[in-house]
Structures are given as structure tokens and as C-alpha cells.
């Protein structure tokens, strides 16, 4: 079982910055792809950004250019810096672990993180 613990988040202007990480409990966090997905309110989990473990990086076009995912393996750490933060980037954002690639999610989550954009 892999634990995580995310932190960032919170309420931010729209065209403003927010970051997001997520520390994994495991020795094993530099052999495998990480991402993030973020779920608005009665809406399905939708993939936001992916990284593999060579660290190339894939993004979903509607935070391509805006959102940035690296990851720090000696941290067992992922990150997530959002710029030009819209109101529909609103969502709880989730880190996920071990995943197939973009969209194709394991069942290791985080705990979720809350970040809105509202003026």
C-alpha cells in the first residue's frame, strides 16, 4: 500500500499561480510514471498532466502552455506549478501513482487537494 501526502492548493485570483505536491510513501517513486488529475463538482476525474519516470512530460490540452508536472525521485516527490489560473481549473486535484499513461490511471490516489479560482 502507497501513501501520499499532497499539499498546495487553496483560493487564488483568476491569472494567478498556484503549486501542488505530492510526497509518496515509497522507495520505488523514480521507476514509475506519475500524474494528475483534478475533479470538478458532478463532473468525472479527468486526467491533467503526466510524467514518466525519464521525465517526459504530457499535458491535456486545456492547461497545455499554463500548468507544469516534474517530480523530484530523490523526494519521492511530484509537483504540479499552475500559472494563468482560469475559473474552470477549479477542482480537487489528485496525484496518481503507477498509471498505464495519460488517462490511464492506477489505483493509487492522494488524498485530494481543493484549489479554486474566483475573484
Known amino acids: 500500500q502507497v501513501k501520499f501526502v499532497q499539499s498546495g492548493g487553496g483560493l487564488v485570483q483568476p491569472g494567478g499561480s498556484l503549486s501542488l505536491s505530492c510526497v509518496a510513501d515509497?522507495?520505488?517513486?523514480?521507476?514509475?510514471?506519475m500524474a494528475w488529475y483534478r475533479q470538478r463538482p458532478g463532473e468525472q476525474r479527468e486526467w491533467v498532466a503526466h510524467i514518466r519516470n525519464d521525465g517526459f512530460t504530457q499535458y491535456s490540452e486545456s492547461v497545455q502552455g499554463r500548468f507544469t508536472v516534474s517530480r523530484d525521485n530523490d523526494k519521492s516527490t511530484l509537483y504540479l506549478q499552475m500559472d494563468s489560473l482560469r475559473p474552470e481549473d477549479t477542482a480537487v486535484y489528485y496525484c496518481?501513482?503507477?498509471?498505464?499513461?495519460?488517462?490511464?490511471?492506477?489505483?493509487?490516489w492522494g488524498q485530494g487537494t481543493q484549489v479554486t479560482v474566483s475573484a
Open positions: 496518481n501513482y503507477g498509471g498505464l499513461g495519460p488517462g490511464k490511471p492506477s489505483d493509487y
Open positions: 515509497t522507495t520505488l517513486f523514480r521507476l514509475f510514471a
